[in-house]
């Protein structure tokens, strides 16, 4: 029977679910909010089928990224997965190849994923976006360098009574930030509101006066660590904070849970600044683990849709990439007061460089001047210096949210 690439239709999509638990060892979710489970649709995918049979599964959800200050279409690719009876087919590398196509057409200039397995994506021209650094802290050990601030006040309430403040907050503190996504409700649940065994979530704010400043939304938990006097646990589910004080405040109102030994973040961004603010940095017993990873599928959409805060301009070779061919070539970028023109020219080239390694200089993961010293890229030492002051980002990328 000929395989057929395809989106699913209505009555086919619970074969997804079926697909996710065997590809991932486990249920995608069963909540009636989880974002794989429900809020997936037909339209969204792109499958090779087998007759009736679900032979690979790919979805590819309509998210808004954040660039530097600007909203950018991003396709977040998510239950992928391949019956092992079909694998070793090119079955995902004509699926990828279609659905980048699609992508472009849509004005999805970028895309992203959480990777299963890194030599899979790699081969379809993705790299990692950012890293997430993880915290375990015992209350007894938070204590902050300088002078002990005066607290700004802090109100603790369940999300159903702060959600509007909630989101404000969550909105001001990524608008200049890298690769966080616009949260649908379905990504707030995924990710940050919807209750599991981990107990109820509460939401604790920090008012400057009456100026909602930051706030954190955790999980607190009993007898999960083996101390008689501090068996508690709080788990720390999101974590935004419009200013140094805010961020200082937090910190301290989760180390006066005395019965608490135990406080875990596993999804900091890594130029979090608990290593400056903690007397004892080495409490936190931080690990850096591997993030999101990224893509380039329209190179001059993205090049014109991104924010930028350094200015010039610079001419991009892109080479070698075999699934969206039409990357491939020489683009002019000029860069004016945060206003961008990317045009196709004949120029001679400043750097030369694949489309993997321009999603990293994209999004601020790397530097050009890291790129050469690896032989990623080709390029003059004025020219690279160059390219890294336009390139320039003010945070480093960072995607909390899993879909």
């Known amino acids: ?62 998210f808004t990224m954040r660039a530097n200050g600007r909203a950018m279409a991003y396709a977040g690719i998510s239950g992928v997965g391949t019956r092992p009876e079909y694998r070793r087919r090119g079955l995902l590398r004509r699926i990828m190849t279609q659905s980048f196509a699609d992508m472009r057409d849509r004005g999805q200039s970028v895309a992203g994923l959480w990777a299963s397995q890194a030599g899979i994506y790699q081969r379809y021209g993705f790299s990692i976006n950012n890293h997430k650094r993880r915290y375990e802290i015992d209350t007894a050990d938070i204590r902050l360098n300088g002078v002990e601030d005066e607290f700004l006040k802090i109100t603790r309430h369940l999300p159903a009574e702060v959600m509007d403040t909630v989101k404000n907050l969550y909105r001001e503190f990524v608008n200049e930030r890298m690769c966080y996504l616009h949260r649908s409700s379905a990504l707030w649940m995924n990710n940050v509101l919807e209750e599991g065994d981990e107990g109820p979530i509460y939401i604790a704010i920090a008012y400057d006066g009456t100026e909602p400043k930051g ?111 039409w990357n491939n070539g020489r683009w002019k970028l000029e860069v004016l007061k945060g206003n961008s023109l990317v045009q196709p020219t004949d120029e001679d080239p400043d750097i030369r460089i694949d489309i993997k390694s321009l999603g990293s200089l994209f999004t601020g993961m790397r530097r050009a001047r890291e790129l050469i010293s690896w032989e990623l890229i080709e390029g003059a030492e004025d020219a690279v210096a160059r390219v890294d002051r336009i390139f320039e980002t003010r945070h480093a990328p960072h995607c909390p949210d899993h879909y």
């Open 1 to 62: 029977m000929t395989l057929e690439i395809r989106p699913a239709r209505e009555d086919e999509m619970d074969q997804f679910g079926l697909m996710g638990s065997y590809s991932y060892g486990g249920s995608f979710g069963d909540g009636p909010d989880n974002l794989t489970a429900s809020s997936n649709r037909p339209e969204w995918t792109l499958c090779a089928f087998d007759g009736p049979i679900l032979a690979t599964a790919f979805s590819a959800f309509p």
């Open 215 to 325: 706030y954190v939304a955790y999980t607190l938990r009993a007898a999960k660590v083996k101390h008689r006097a501090r068996p508690q646990e709080i788990k720390i589910l999101d974590f935004c904070w419009l200013s140094l004080s805010a961020y200082r405040a937090i910190w301290q109102y989760l180390g006066l849970h005395d019965l608490v030994g135990r406080v875990t973040w596993e999804t900091a961004p890594i130029d979090d600044p608990a290593q400056e603010v903690f007397q004892e940095p080495r409490l936190l017993h931080m690990v850096d683990e591997e993030g999101a990873w990224f893509r380039i599928v329209d190179v001059p959409a993205a090049l014109s849709g991104r924010g930028y805060y350094g200015e010039g301009e610079t001419v991009i070779e892109v080479f070698g990439d075999d699934i969206a061919t």
